[in-house]
Nanobody, 115 residues
């Protein structure tokens, strides 16, 4: 079955950097677009970044210019490099895979930002 396992979350200092990873299994990885969404406490889940099957990225407004999404088709992983992190970047980050008209999600990894 489809499995998406996020890792790399934890505590990051404001202004610092952090890289999240998503290990995928149970589907043909290079047939899927990969996503990152996040949800802050008390807020709706929001789009962060997406990378297409042919590695074209696009970003939500909050991530543009600070975050970089990438994928490694040989390792079945997707990553999100975050830089110049601010308090508003705190929340649970979810990895998603889109293929065959469906979207699958991991359980998320928590990012906490310290001032």
């Amino acid at each position: 079955q489809v499995q998406l396992v996020e890792s790399g979350g934890g505590l990051v200092q404001a202004g610092g950097s952090m890289t999240l990873s998503c290990a995928a299994s149970g589907f043909i990885f290079n047939s899927a677009a990969m996503l990152w969404h996040r949800q802050a406490p008390g807020k709706q889940r929001e789009f962060v970044a997406r990378i297409s099957r042919d590695e074209r990225p696009n970003y939500g407004d909050s991530a543009l210019g600070r975050f970089t999404i990438s994928r490694d088709n040989a390792k079945n992983t997707a990553s999100l490099q975050m830089s110049r992190v601010t308090a508003t970047d705190a929340g649970v980050y979810y990895c998603g895979a889109v293929f065959n008209g469906n979207t699958y999600w991991g359980k998320g990894t928590q990012v906490t930002v310290s001032s």
